[in-house]
């Protein structure tokens, strides 16, 4: 658990962070959303002591972090920003080997683990012998998110870690960073100005502004609790961005089972890894407000009002 308590931070004259306070639990995916200069990446930093506050505290797991020693601190947290920033002079696997060595890994145990890590992040193993100029921005990114699981961190801060990235590898990469999450549980600080990102990604979103909290909690929370003024610092595509995490266990529950044969022609069939969104543009695209669906071994009836009913509840 990372515990932030009113923390102060200034660059010279220029205030950043003024007593500022959060707390994210473990096994947290933590997204802090806000625009440029609002001093997410301050934080990110004081976190892993790469900057040290003017005052106020930041504890880890109850322990104050000017209590550990800042190597033993960094093992403990990942750290991946934007672009990957690979050691150029040094190939895939050195790149993902940092911290193993320096942590004095015999080459076996480094060797399986660069093994493990290409596999997680989806790369082959003939990836560890190239070059950072010999990869794609995607590729590189997942060197980099590699990199910073080698030691098996129980934190993960991450920094716009696919900012520089296409939308369709971005979205490639937001899906296999959420399967990895599945698999290891981190508790993971993610810095990003893309509220698309945010809200498919955070299980807990934090919203800054100038420095501050503005709102806090899952992302159908904070809609749903949210101020005019909050609503339009989101922005509309947040709500369409919502319809992502709605999956089809959550909208089953407010469809109506017919009496129709699977095998009938004319029906869509949507799997469990469909989305709300899928359905919605499915209707939208036919002009339909009504849907019969294939789903599993049954035929659903799905109505505009079903979609609308399940928004409530969304998967969390
Ligand atoms: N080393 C520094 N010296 C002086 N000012 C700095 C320094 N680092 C950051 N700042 C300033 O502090 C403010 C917050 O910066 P920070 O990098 O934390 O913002 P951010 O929210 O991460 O922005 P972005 O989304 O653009 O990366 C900005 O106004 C920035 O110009």
Known sequence: MIDIKSVYKSYGEQPVLTGFDLSIEEGQLCMLLGPSGCGKSTLLKLINRLILPDSGSILVDGIPIENVAPEILRRNMGYAIQGAA????????????????????????????????????????????????????????RVGVARALAADPAILLLDEPFGAL?????????????????????????????VGEAVRMADFLVLLKDGKVV????????????????????????????????TMEDLVRHATPMELD?????LMTLSSESTCKELLSFMLMNGKNELLVKWNDQVLRFRFEDILASFGGGNR
């Open 86 to 141: 690979l050691f150029p002079h040094m190939r895939v696997a050195e790149n993902i080997a940092v911290v193993p060595q320096l942590m004095n890994w015999s080459k076996e145990k480094t060797a399986s683990r660069i093994q493990e890590l290409l596999d997680l992040v989806g790369l082959p193993s003939s990836f560890a012998k190239k070059y950072p100029y010999q990869l794609s921005g995607g590729e590189a990114q």
């Open 166 to 194: 296409d939308p369709v590898s971005r979205l490639q990469l937001q899906k296999s960073f959420l399967e990895i999450q599945q698999k290891l549980k981190k508790t993971v600080v993610f810095v990003t100005h893309d």
């Open 215 to 246: 709102a806090k909690g899952h992302p159908f929370d904070i809609i749903r609790e949210a101020e005019n003024t909050i609503r339009d610092f989101l922005g509309n595509s947040y709500t369409l961005e919502l319809l992502e995490r709605i």
């Open 262 to 266: 699977v095998h009938s022609s004319g």
